[in-house]
């Protein structure tokens, strides 16, 4: 079990990502790609689509026409519904998902440039102890954790096309954020005095994406694809800040203060990823495509190391988390039923929808932390060209409520602005 006799904290907090499960490690790992990806499921290893901006798949970039610039910008909400035995709570957070812009680098290449959220913390939880041992001597006691920030990936990256078919693309990533993770001891009796531990963390690393992706024609309306990723491992460098104080009414005593300088050594590494993809398009009418993505965090140091194991040892109010081996599969799909209708508006929005299931970096008691969920959206053309703008919605869950783990059903949100525009056409006459 994760707390026993937990209530969780549900206000409203600045917070990228809100999930108990998000104390561990970095906390919670963002969706990738747009709204455009996340109203398939996440999908887009393998396809290739000149009308939008596809970063999960650096190969995509050269998926363009060669005269236009274009950008995405996508928001997302998060309503999550938590439940641990008797115990229910609710909490909703809203934020920027991508800021991206593509444009031509000469004939078949292309680059693309862009920021995102990496992963999240958001947490906040309070209980009372039932030892009556102690609270026979002390009073009641009370616990209490809080936790907020994020990791944030800069990346800019860059494809080519050869002989029509085959894109190969090279993408480097640089991420830095913040992360602050505080727990709590109130006592009743003044007599005794309260605690404040914490860990205060700022991280930075640089890594790198390939990518590659490969079309064939089928007669003269049909094409398959296929595609594959590689992300590398991460070292990561920054600092921890760990500490512990005593308060009183009017003192606070430090207990204990130290800063770690994380280094070269890898002490700190985020899980490298593989990731494959195959897609069926049928002229510009409709598409289906299905990815798989793993990733390794056993070697990252989470375990180990303060302010990101979580709670640390097993006893009757907490749970011990480890690294584990992350996966994904992604099936999603999209449908044009008339593009060119000049008399049903309908007609023109692509529709969309998609199904998921995958296993967290993470485990709880040994145990694998799994969400799945449905997904569902449409792009809406506007203006001229491949402007549009994109909504989806997710419904999903994560956790369980077996062995009082907590099980979260969420209904999230999303909105992309398409922006595409010729900026690139050379002048016909003087």
Same mark, same amino acid.
């Given at each position: 079990?994760?707390?026993?006799?937990?209530?969780?904290?549900? #206000?409203? /907090?600045?917070?990228?990502?809100?999930?108990?499960?998000?104390?561990?490690?970095?906390?919670?790992?963002?969706?990738?790609?747009?709204?455009?990806?996340?109203?398939?499921?996440?999908?887009?290893?393998?396809?290739? &689509?000149?009308?939008?901006?596809?970063?999960?798949?650096?190969?995509?970039?050269?998926?363009?026409?060669?005269?236009?610039?274009?950008?995405? @910008?996508?928001?997302?909400?998060?309503?999550? *519904?938590?439940? !641990?035995?008797?115990?229910?709570?609710?909490?909703?957070?809203?934020?920027?998902?991508?800021?991206?812009?593509?444009?031509?680098?000469?004939?078949?290449?292309?680059?693309?440039?862009?920021?995102?959220?990496?992963?999240? =913390?958001?947490?906040?939880?309070?209980?009372?102890?039932?030892?009556?041992?102690?609270?026979?001597?002390?009073? &009641?006691?009370?616990?209490?954790?809080?936790?907020?920030?994020?990791?944030?990936?800069?990346?800019?990256?860059?494809?080519?096309?050869?002989?029509?078919?085959?894109?190969?693309?090279?993408?480097?990533?640089?991420?830095?954020?913040?992360?602050?993770?505080?727990?709590?001891?109130? *006592?009743? +009796?003044?007599?005794?005095?309260?605690? !404040?531990?914490?860990?205060?963390?700022?991280?930075? %690393?640089?890594?790198?994406? @390939?990518?590659? /992706?490969?079309? /064939?024609?089928? %007669?003269?309306?049909?094409?398959?694809?296929?595609?594959?990723?590689?992300?590398? +491992?991460?070292?990561?460098?920054?600092?921890?800040?760990?500490?512990?104080?005593?308060?009183?009414?009017?003192? =606070?005593?430090?207990?204990?203060?130290?800063?770690?300088?994380?280094?070269?050594?890898?002490?700190?590494?985020?899980?490298?990823?593989?990731?494959?993809?195959?897609?069926?398009?049928?002229?510009?009418?409709?598409?289906?495509?299905?990815?798989?993505?793993?990733?390794?965090?056993?070697?990252?140091?989470?375990?180990? =190391?303060?302010? *990101?194991?979580?709670?640390?040892?097993?006893?009757?109010?907490?749970?011990?988390?480890?690294?584990?081996?992350? !996966?994904?599969?992604?099936?999603?799909?999209?449908?044009?039923? &008339?593009?060119?209708?000049?008399?049903?508006?309908?007609?023109?929005?692509?529709?969309?929808?998609?199904?998921?299931?995958?296993?967290?970096?993470?485990?709880?008691?040994?145990?694998?932390?799994?969400?799945?969920?449905?997904? *569902? #959206?449409?792009?809406?053309?506007? @203006?001229?060209?491949?402007?549009?703008?994109?909504?989806?919605?997710?419904? %999903?869950?994560?956790?369980?409520?077996?062995? +009082?783990?907590?099980?979260?059903?969420?209904?999230?949100?999303?909105?992309?602005?398409?922006?595409?525009?010729?900026?690139?056409?050379?002048? /016909?006459?003087?």
């Amino acid at each position: 079990m994760i707390f026993s006799g937990i209530a969780f904290i549900a #206000g409203a /907090q600045a917070n990228s990502q809100y999930s108990p499960y998000s104390l561990y490690g970095i906390g919670d790992l963002s969706t990738p790609g747009t709204a455009y990806n996340r109203t398939m499921a996440g999908v887009g290893i393998a396809n290739r &689509n000149n009308r939008f901006i596809n970063i999960t798949n650096p190969a995509a970039v050269t998926a363009r026409d060669s005269l236009a610039f274009m950008a995405d @910008f996508s928001l997302y909400g998060n309503n999550v *519904f938590f439940r !641990q035995g008797e115990n229910k709570s609710i909490n909703n957070v809203f934020n920027i998902n991508d800021c991206v812009m593509s444009f031509p680098i000469w004939k078949s290449s292309a680059m693309m440039v862009g920021i995102m959220p990496y992963s999240g =913390t958001g947490f906040g939880y309070a209980f009372d102890y039932q030892d009556k041992d102690i609270i026979g001597q002390t009073g &009641n006691v009370s616990y209490a954790a809080s936790g907020t920030g994020a990791i944030y990936q800069v990346f800019a990256a860059a494809g080519v096309t050869f002989w029509k078919k085959l894109s190969l693309g090279a993408q480097c990533n640089y991420y830095f954020g913040n992360l602050s993770k505080k727990y709590y001891g109130i *006592f009743s +009796n003044s007599a005794y005095k309260g605690f !404040q531990n914490g860990n205060e963390l700022k991280l930075n %690393g640089v890594s790198g994406k @390939f990518g590659l /992706q490969y079309e /064939q024609t089928l %007669g003269a309306k049909s094409t398959v694809g296929i595609g594959a990723t590689y992300s590398m +491992n991460t070292k990561m460098k920054g600092y921890i800040e760990d500490y512990s104080y005593s308060d009183a009414s009017s003192v =606070t005593d430090t207990l204990y203060h130290k800063t770690d300088t994380l280094d070269r050594s890898g002490k700190i590494r985020f899980g490298s990823e593989i990731g494959v993809g195959i897609c069926y398009k049928y002229e510009d009418k409709w598409m289906i495509e299905f990815d798989y993505t793993r990733s390794d965090w056993r070697n990252s140091g989470f375990d180990n =190391t303060p302010g *990101f194991m979580g709670n640390a040892r097993a006893s009757s109010t907490s749970s011990v988390f480890s690294s584990s081996v992350a !996966q994904s599969f992604r099936l999603g799909f999209e449908i044009t039923p &008339n593009r060119n209708d000049i008399r049903y508006y309908m007609k023109k929005v692509t529709y969309r929808g998609g199904a998921y299931y995958k296993d967290e970096y993470y485990m709880v008691d040994g145990k694998k932390i799994s969400a799945m969920g449905l997904t *569902f #959206g449409a792009t809406f053309p506007v @203006f001229r060209w491949y402007n549009g703008i994109s909504v989806g919605i997710d419904l %999903g869950q994560r956790g369980t409520t077996d062995s +009082n783990l907590i099980r979260e059903r969420y209904v999230n949100l999303s909105i992309g602005f398409n922006i595409f525009d010729i900026w690139f056409r050379k002048p /016909q006459y003087d």
